[in-house]
């Protein structure tokens, strides 16, 4: 059966294939292959966005992301999802954001994927959900922190593009940081574990616009840099790809119970091994000691990279292959659209 799937991003991220954030990375994923498994599919988000199937563009939010922003974009993503519902007519409707609960459909079926730590979202909005409206994590490990009373189906694990990472480059002397730059990401661990590791660290990644982010950067980032420390900015796909092949190693010194990570399977298909922080979902990413290391602080995280030379990149590329494949998480999501448009036609 035939489906029309609307995909809703995040307000503030755009999607597309250089798009910076996880869960951008997987609609953008989601919205190809439905469209090329011949379903139709809409993407609701920024206009500076790039899709695969019908783009229902919003207009991109300029300024500082703060609560004013936040409320005139939650305004906007309700009216245009009521006008996406009556005009469109989709089976059902599936949102990505954090704030998912600020625009959430009054009817019909909806998934929601919890992309982040589910102690980021507000309790009642995993608790308080109409009939109709299901959610899923991305990983065991953010499964089992679930509030008492949340209301989860099976976690559909993330994947990546194993194959479109195979490319070769030879291995250089730095080591790689990519990602949101904001102070939970901990980059300004992974600029003191280079400098005590003595290598070079490229830093991949984009400010956004948080008053808190912007600050963190200023404060703690751009003072550390110089000629063994380069902020890169946002990546495109091909130099991301070109970055995470020549890296020694992938440093993620993470504050936050990460709830998968796109960038290590990323790494790991490339064979650059991955040295991270032992918290959340990267337990189950990373094999410690065979495809890089968990660590706990910026002192451990410096001999590991001293350590990398070790280990196989072959292994790395073998369990990528192996276990993050983008095709079994796409299959699995439109399985689930069938499954929870089934579910809603018979309760109607």
């Known amino acids: 059966m035939s489906l029309t799937v609307v995909n809703v ?66 305004g906007i993503y309700r009216e245009t999802i009521d006008t996406i519902r009556r005009s469109c007519k989709p089976d059902i ?20 994927t919890l992309h982040l730590p589910l102690s980021w979202y507000p309790q009642t909005a995993l608790q308080d959900v109409r009939p109709g409206v299901w959610m899923n994590g991305v990983s065991e490990t953010q499964h089992r922190s679930a509030p008492r009373g949340a209301r989860l189906l099976s976690p559909i694990g993330n994947g990546v593009d194993v194959d479109a990472f195979s490319s070769r480059h030879a291995k250089r002397n730095f080591a790689l940081f990519l990602g949101r730059v904001c102070p939970e990401k901990g980059v300004h661990l992974a600029i003191e574990a280079a400098r005590k590791a003595g290598v070079a660290l490229m830093i991949g990644g984009k400010v956004f616009a948080y008053e808190e982010h912007e600050h963190y950067f200023k404060t703690q980032i751009a003072p550390g840099l ?21 890296a020694r190693c992938l440093l993620i010194p993470s504050l936050a119970e990460e709830t998968s990570s796109l960038v ?18 990267l337990c189950e990413i990373v ?17 590991a990279i001293g350590s990398v030379a070790k280990l196989d990149a072959s292994l790395c590329k073998a369990e990528a292959q192996a276990r993050f494949s983008l095709d079994a ?14 579910r809603w036609a018979a309760a109607a």
Not at 264 to 281: D, K, L, N, S
Not at 329 to 342: F, K, P, Q
């Open 9 to 74: 991003a995040y307000p503030f991220a755009a999607v597309g294939p250089d798009a910076v954030g996880g869960a951008e990375q997987v609609l953008t994923a989601l919205d190809k292959a439905l469209t090329q498994a011949g379903h139709r599919s809409i993407v609701l988000a920024s206009e500076d966005s790039v899709v695969s199937g019908m783009h229902w563009p919003v207009r991109k939010q300029e300024g500082a992301i703060d609560q004013r922003a936040r409320a005139r974009a939650w």
């Open 93 to 112: 409707v599936h949102l990505h954001g954090i704030d998912f609960h600020s625009y959430c459909p009054n009817e019909g079926a909806t998934l929601v």
């Open 226 to 246: 110089g000629p063994l420390c380069n902020f890169l900015g946002a990546l495109t796909f091909a130099r991301k790809r070109r970055f995470l092949a020549a």
């Open 264 to 281: 290590a399977m990323e790494a790991m298909a490339c064979g650059t091994p991955v040295i991270g922080f032992r918290r959340g979902a």
């Open 287 to 303: 094999s410690d000691g065979r495809t890089g290391f968990l660590v706990e602080n910026a002192e451990e995280m410096a001999e």
């Open 329 to 342: 998480m796409c299959t699995n999501y439109i399985e689930r659209y069938h499954d929870l448009v089934g």
